[in-house]
């Protein structure tokens, strides 16, 4: 069934959200932080905020899905070796989304600035593994459940930065570089994306046609921008990473400090 929105958008809107959408893809597929484009495009379009999230989730997933894949294809992720994350980021994924409507996240929200900031400085003035790890390279395990439960759990409640926050954590809990690494939280991305929609479809919360055609816009932006990274590995990924982080950091401070849409 089409949402009143859906059947409201202007031809000229949807086009001008699909190119906002291949740009955040192809940016999401690099260094993560797609939201910080398409969430604000879709409120500027009159999109309900209930529907805000609910129909991002719906077009992230399509970038996700994409972007996961091509890491994979290029031997870049190994889900053997995550499988707890996976199960994690599944599990946190859901009950965030549950829980999304009655968290109170006005504390949250102003504190989140402060960490992605911190992500960015990492990686800024951190030493980033440049050697390329081997594909038997053993990942602790038991490190997975609690990044992957927080991380999927904040996906679910809120989401912007998750990517990010999914790069950093992994180059400091693994022997991995920066390019497996992105396929790590590209990979983790799809699974909390696609188990947050189950949810939010659930509810009713996704403008389909809307959410459809800027999803296939994303996909395309995420095969190119996926293929970029793989191909122009750490000393392309970072700048664009540190770009995004802080461009990131600068939105929620604005929005949540101050108090500005």
Not at 9 to 29: N, Q, R
Not at 212 to 229: D, N, P
């Amino acid at each position: 069934m089409l949402l009143p929105f859906d059947l409201a958008v202007e031809p000229t809107t949807l086009l001008i959200l699909a190119l906002v959408a291949f740009f955040a893809g192809f940016i999401d597929a690099i260094a993560g932080g797609g939201g910080l484009l398409t969430i604000p495009a879709l409120l500027t379009a009159g999109l309900p905020p209930h529907l805000v999230l609910g129909t991002n989730k719906l077009s992230s997933t399509f970038g996700a899905a994409i972007a996961s894949f091509t890491f994979y294809r290029r031997n870049l992720f190994h889900p053997r070796q995550w499988r707890n994350a996976l199960i994690g980021t599944a599990v946190g994924a859901l009950v965030g989304a549950a829980v999304a409507q009655w968290l109170p996240a006005h504390l949250l929200n102003q504190m989140l600035p402060v960490v992605v900031f911190g992500c960015g400085l990492y990686l800024l003035f951190g030493r980033t593994p440049e050697t390329h790890s081997a594909p038997d390279v053993i990942i602790p395990k038991r490190r997975q459940w609690p990044q992957s439960l927080s991380l999927g759990f904040y996906d679910g409640v809120a989401g912007p930065g998750t990517g990010a926050f999914w790069t950093v954590s992994t180059l400091l809990l693994y022997p991995l570089d920066l390019v497996r690494a992105s396929g790590v939280a590209r990979s983790m991305n799809f699974v909390s994306n696609i188990c947050a929609l189950a949810i939010f479809i659930a509810s009713g919360q996704v403008a389909w046609v809307l959410g459809i055609c800027m999803g296939l816009s994303l996909m395309c932006g995420a095969f190119i921008g996926a293929r970029t990274a793989i191909k122009g590995g750490s000393k392309f990924i970072r700048p664009v990473f540190i770009m995004v982080v802080l461009a990131l950091t600068v939105r929620l401070a604005w929005q949540h400090w101050f108090g500005q849409a």
